[in-house]
């Protein structure tokens, strides 16, 4: 369980860890090749690893401590973190897997399955899931696997027009993350019809080929939006290209309570 600068949530809680997808702007693989490994060196042969009790690492400051991506980036259950939020009694907005694609097609539907059960555990907490293959979504929808309650949203990345954001298909509290916005996605009406919020970041950090989006990238996006008045959440990255004033950061979940409040529900 840990505390997160992501804007959108309170924490972040890494079950699985690690990807395949490679995408050349990943922030998670340059972390977790940074702080991976472990003290007996890891066995990389295995494409994908579960492990039932923490492994250990030494830090810089000489001190052993628990490994916390013993395999890199390679995918991994980490089983023994199953029950974190199960004692935490008050309510948050968990990222789930910040650090993964848990919905990647490498990944087994029973870890998957073991995530979800950790969640309807601890039912007090909202969980949000992000992926880029958003298909999967639709393949375990139609297994019985998908849980529609609730507190839980699946969200799909979107970086350009060529991903797969369309597919995303199930109806249940959809939401996109286009982030980083590295071209214009040329949307227009009604190409968010079953989309319940839209995150909007740039690209952050230093690379070389770093992408600015232009503003009227994003401009395009708020229209198209605007028809079915989904909530917006733009990333601070986004504050230099649009200004103060345009910044809106809304959640879907604080909409709906508010309608139920209005409404007397
Ligand atoms: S999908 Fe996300 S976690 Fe996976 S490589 Fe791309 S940026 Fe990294």
């Not at 789930?96 to 097609?105: I, N, T």
């Not at 309807?120 to 899931?129: I, K, V």
């Not at 297994?143 to 949203?153: A, D, S, T």
Request: hydrophobic content about 35%.
């Amino acid at each position: 369980v840990n505390k997160t600068k992501i804007e959108w949530c309170d924490s972040t809680w890494n079950p699985v860890t690690g990807c395949l997808h490679g995408c050349e702007y990943c922030y998670a693989r340059r972390i977790a090749e940074r702080f991976g490994g472990t003290i007996q060196q890891a066995d990389f042969k295995e494409k994908l690893h579960e492990i039932n009790e923490p492994m250990y690492t030494e830090n810089n400051m000489e001190k052993i401590t628990k490994a916390p991506y013993p395999f890199c980036f390679a995918p991994t259950l980490h089983r023994y973190r199953l029950e974190d939020y199960k004692r935490n009694a008050k309510p948050k907005t968990i990222f789930v897997c910040s650090m993964a694609d848990l919905f990647g097609e490498w990944v087994p539907d029973e870890w998957i399955k073991e995530v979800f059960r950790a969640c309807e555990a601890a039912p007090q907490h909202r969980y949000l899931f992000l992926t880029k293959n958003p298909k999967r979504y639709i393949q375990l929808e139609s297994k019985g696997i998908l849980l529609k309650n609730e507190n839980m949203w699946y969200g799909s990345t979107v970086t350009s027009t060529e991903d797969e954001y369309y597919a995303a298909g199930i109806t249940h509290n959809i939401f996109l993350s286009i982030e980083p916005l590295l071209k214009p996605l040329k949307v227009g009406v009604g190409s968010f019809s079953s989309t319940s919020w839209i995150i909007i970041g740039a690209e952050t950090g230093n690379r070389k080929d770093k992408i600015i989006p232009k503003k009227e990238w994003i401009s395009e996006i708020l229209e198209a939006s605007e028809i079915t008045h989904i909530p917006i959440f733009m990333k601070e990255s986004l504050l230099p290209i649009v200004g103060e004033e345009n910044m809106r950061r809304e959640f879907p979940w604080d909409i709906k309570n508010d309608y139920r409040k209005e409404n007397g529900d």
